[in-house]
């Protein structure tokens, strides 16, 4: 039997992402041009139709996102590992 207190604990999160046609949809948010939400003197973006982001940028967004907060707070503990895996139908 081996010590298992010597063997540090794995440390993963896996993150499945499918790129089927359901994240084809638009999702509820909205893309901003204006610039941070800012609305310049005398001008009215409400003419322009709003862009929508799909389910698939969101998504990624997501990832990215929370890729970004487990570095900000363990810097030297996670790396990144990229593990494509298509499944052809």
């Known amino acids: 039997m081996t010590n298992d207190a ?3 604990p794995v440390k993963r999160t896996v993150i499945v992402l499918d ?7 638009l999702s509820k948010q909205h893309i ?17 139709s709003p862009v929508f982001k799909s389910s698939w940028t969101c998504s990624i967004e997501a990832a990215v996102e929370y890729c970004r907060i487990v570095y900000d707070i ?9 593990r494509p895996f298509i499944l052809w139908s």
Not at 19 to 25: E, N, P, Y
Not at 74 to 82: D, H, T
């Open 74 to 82: 363990f810097p030297n503990e996670y790396l990144v590992s990229e």
């Open 6 to 8: 010597s063997i540090p």
């Open 19 to 25: 790129h089927s046609s359901k994240f084809l949809s």
């Open 32 to 48: 901003d041009f204006d610039g941070g939400g800012k609305k310049g003197k005398g001008k009215s973006s409400s003419t322009s």
